[in-house]
């Protein structure tokens, strides 16, 4: 099972790729697409839409796992989250892919064990996780943590064998 993980932000949108092989998790590739925030909204929320079918056709996930919106504390950011959301799953869409939602506190409490784990630990735990040298930048290991989420929240309930 290949797993596109999504952490979408209106300046930086984080992408992992995991593929489970057994039972070990494999990573396939992860990055962000960063947009200048000078840029107006919709000219953002387009490369975005380009670089997550671009992330979509080079690396074939069967799934896509997309992070929830948290309650930010501006509700301005909370909204331009949400443009940027709506683009990750419009791109699942378009691409005929299942999408699989997650809340922040779930993401962090499968990979690091607790729900209020700050970013430097989801990056280090992704890379032990993942058989990494280094952490990922923090929008990619976010992205990577909720495909990792996903791939364990199917084998909890049975999907994968």
Same mark, same amino acid.
């Given at each position: 099972?290949?797993?596109? #993980? ?7 949108? #984080?992408? &992992?790729?995991?593929?489970? *092989? &057994? ?11 960063? $947009?200048? *925030?000078?840029?107006? !909204? ?12 671009? $992330?979509?056709? @080079?690396?074939?996930? @069967? ?10 504390? /501006? ?14 799953? !419009? ?6 892919? @299942?999408?699989? @939602? /997650? ?11 607790? #729900?209020?784990? =700050? ?6 735990? $992704?890379?032990?996780?993942? #058989?990494?040298?280094?952490?990922? %930048? %923090? =929008? ?22």
């Amino acid at each position: 099972m290949r797993v596109l #993980g999504i952490d979408p932000g209106s300046r930086r949108t #984080g992408w &992992g790729v995991v593929q489970l *092989e &057994g039972t070990k998790l494999i990573p396939i590739g992860a990055g962000t697409i960063r $947009v200048s *925030e000078k840029l107006p !909204l919709a000219e953002r929320l387009n490369l975005i839409h380009r670089g997550l079918t671009q $992330v979509v056709d @080079e690396n074939g996930p @069967e799934a896509v796992a997309v992070e929830e919106i948290f309650f930010a504390k /501006y509700p301005n950011a909370a909204l331009k989250l949400g443009h940027a959301r709506g683009v990750a799953l !419009l791109v699942a869409a378009q691409s005929r892919l @299942e999408v699989h @939602e /997650y809340p922040p506190a779930v993401v962090k409490r499968t990979v690091v064990g607790r #729900g209020a784990a =700050d970013k430097t630990q989801v990056g280090r735990l $992704v890379a032990a996780l993942l #058989g990494l040298k280094t952490p990922p %930048e %923090e =929008d990619a290991a976010d992205a990577l943590a909720v495909a990792i989420t996903h791939v364990q929240a199917s084998r909890s309930k049975g999907v994968l064998r």
